[in-house]
């Protein structure tokens, strides 16, 4: 019998979680069945998974007609209907969390998309959606938007766990790592315990190879043809190399002395978008211990059934670096390139925020 290639992941040191979150998962009991045989080990939600869940299927249609009668609004609706999910997500994965001791078993919930520039709404935000959550294997998402980076700090010294998603660039990495030691090491001088504070940085993958590819097919030469589908891979690779320097430094050894845990990278977007390319391209080139890969279920899906486990995430380091530096020759601006992500990153998530609202609002008016 073939080895399970999900299961085999696990043994890699990567933790598989599942960038899906839909009542019909956690209730049917599919969810218990892909932890126990899959080695499914978290869960990831954003504003265009629960716009898709909540929308698309009728699983919620009573409980979104009893809050009606409640008299709450659109956004109140929102936020009981996904706080439920995840809370119940949250208790299905909690044996996880027990037996990893913390390590795993995390379900995200995001802050409110229009916060990302706002850094203090995200952390009133932030502070109020891990007390109504009140669950210790939650994680927070917030943005690593420039006013995002103060407000990370901040909730990590008070003992908030983070998920920082929409990481692009290596720079805006570096800046995000900064923010989640200096938030530890401002608890440890309030004298606060450091051991159960989690966090993950999500490092979005595909979206730079889909960006950058059109720009490299319409030009011509060895290089352009090396680097087309490589960029999204090289990067991830260059900021693991960065995740080791940071977390095997001086600086975060005494922190780990007194409980800290390391912010693991986690490989977000990894769902392929070029036809042309494996389905599993950005699971197979990013197995490496101590990491996340969030995949969507389709993906999750297509790797266990012809995943190919084999930690390379170190591979190629060096190519990896040789060919960014090289980008500027093609007329490419990687840190440009990854600022524009970022962007275009908070805009799709306030579109399908907003078309979620939009529909919540009308069910409201129409019972009015």
């Known amino acids: 019998m073939k080895p399970n290639a999900l299961i085999q992941l696990g043994m890699l040191g990567q933790s598989i979680w599942l960038d899906y979150i839909r009542r019909d998962l956690i209730g049917s009991g599919k969810l218990k069945r ?103 294997n939650v994680l927070i998402k917030v943005p690593a938007t420039g006013e995002g980076l103060p407000a990370i700090q901040q909730l990590i010294s008070e003992g908030i766990n983070v998920n920082v998603t929409l990481i692009f660039g290596l720079p805006r990495y570096r800046q995000v790592v900064e923010a989640y030691i200096a938030g530890l090491e401002a608890r440890a001088a309030q004298g606060k315990p450091v051991n159960h504070v989690s966090s993950v940085a999500s490092f979005f993958v595909s979206r730079i190879d889909s960006l950058i590819d059109p720009l490299l097919e319409k030009q011509s030469g060895d290089l352009a043809e090396k680097a087309r589908g490589q960029i999204a891979v090289a990067s991830a690779k260059l900021a693991y190399q960065i995740y080791k320097e940071i977390f095997g430094a001086a600086r975060f050894q005494h922190l780990l002395k007194i409980g800290a845990r390391g912010q693991r990278l986690l490989w977000a ?48 380091a060096g190519t990896a670096a040789r060919l960014l530096k090289r980008l500027p020759e093609l007329g490419i601006d990687i840190d440009k390139i990854t600022q524009q992500l970022e962007n275009e990153g908070v805009t799709k998530f306030n579109k399908p925020f907003d078309m979620l609202m939009d529909a919540l609002s009308r069910k409201v008016s129409q019972a009015a």
């Open 34 to 136: 892909l932890i126990e045989d899959d080695g499914l080990r978290g869960m990831t939600s954003n504003p265009a998974i629960f716009e898709k869940a909540i929308v698309e299927s009728h699983d919620y249609d009573t409980e979104i007609q009893a809050l009606i009668l409640e008299k709450k609004n659109a956004q109140a609706i929102y936020e009981a209907l996904s706080q439920h999910d995840v809370q119940s997500a949250a208790d299905v994965f909690r044996p996880i969390y027990e037996n990893t001791g913390g390590i795993d078993g995390y379900v995200s919930l995001e802050v409110n998309p229009h916060l990302a520039h706002d850094t203090a709404g995200t952390i009133d935000e932030a502070r109020r959606l891990w007390r109504a959550l009140n669950r210790p």
């Open 269 to 316: 977007s990894t769902g392929t978008k070029n036809p042309e390319y494996s389905d599993v391209k950005y699971i197979e080139a990013l197995i490496g211990p101590d990491t996340v890969n969030t995949v969507p279920l389709e993906t999750l899906i297509a790797y266990h059934d012809h995943g190919h486990p084999e930690a390379r995430l170190e591979k190629d």
